[in-house]
């Protein structure tokens, strides 16, 4: 059973960088069958995509973040990250880590969340 | 941000059978078969419930089902359990320039 697990601090502060880290384990994140996805959750909202790599480093991710937001793996950690730059408030949200399978597009392995509150 | 449309509450008691709908468009639901659905205890992770438009996946209860007609998914979910009361959401892969994945904004099920 594959277990994604998120880390990062929980307060960031307005116009710093929020880094987050995911750690996978019960398989190998060096597969060319999925992605490893960031989405995100604000208060009072739905799930909203930031983006995804796979193991080879190609990324796709979403245009309100992009020009913020990197993404990078490791695959000799079996882990990956999400670093997004000059947060504001409306960057307070849990951060989920997930596993998406390329040829059904389905999240099909999700982490716990990481709440994550910017503020000075 | 375009997004898939999704009721924002549905209800029923337990036993009886709802519906949640899902629309998009012809970038996404009307193109391809890559819909999913999740469901969303607070404080949990979300949980896939359905792949490829009706696939259930290894453990999830054939008390759930999806379909998909035109540019809207269904997900059917028959046999209401005090314990289905969730959120569900939507999620298809997109064709369009900016985005390649939507979601619903979410519907929240309450059992009676």
């Known amino acids: 059973q594959v277990h994604l697990q998120e880390s990062g601090p929980g307060l960031v502060k307005p116009s710093q960088t929020l880094s987050l880290t995911c750690n996978v384990s019960g398989g190998s994140i060096n597969n060319g069958a999925y992605y490893w996805s960031w989405i995100r959750q604000r208060p009072g909202k739905g799930l909203e995509w930031i983006g995804y790599?796979?193991?080879?480093?190609?990324?796709y991710d979403n245009p309100l973040v992009k020009s913020r937001a990197t993404m990078s793996i490791a695959t000799s950690k079996n882990q990956f990250s999400l670093t997004l730059t000059s947060v504001t408030a409306a960057d307070t949200a849990v951060y989920y880590c997930a596993r998406l399978t390329w040829n059904s597009h389905v999240f099909d392995f999700w982490g716990q969340g990481a709440l994550v509150t910017v503020s000075s | 941000q375009s997004g898939l449309t999704q009721p924002a509450s549905v209800s029923g008691s337990p036993g009886q059978s709802i519906t949640i709908s899902c629309t998009g468009s012809?970038?996404?639901?009307?193109?391809?078969?890559?819909v999913s659905w999740y469901q969303h205890h607070p404080g949990k992770a979300p949980k896939v419930l359905i792949s490829?438009?009706?696939n259930r996946p290894s453990g999830v209860s054939d008390r759930f089902s999806g379909s998909k007609s035109g540019n809207t998914a269904s997900l059917t979910i028959s046999g209401l359990q005090t314990e289905d009361e969730a959120v569900y959401y939507c999620s298809s892969y997109s064709s369009s320039a900016t985005l390649d994945v939507l979601f619903g904004g979410g519907t929240k099920l309450t059992v009676l």
């Open positions: 790599i796979n193991y080879s480093g190609i990324t």
């Open positions: 012809r970038s996404d639901l009307g193109a391809y078969d890559f």
């Open positions: 490829d438009v009706s």
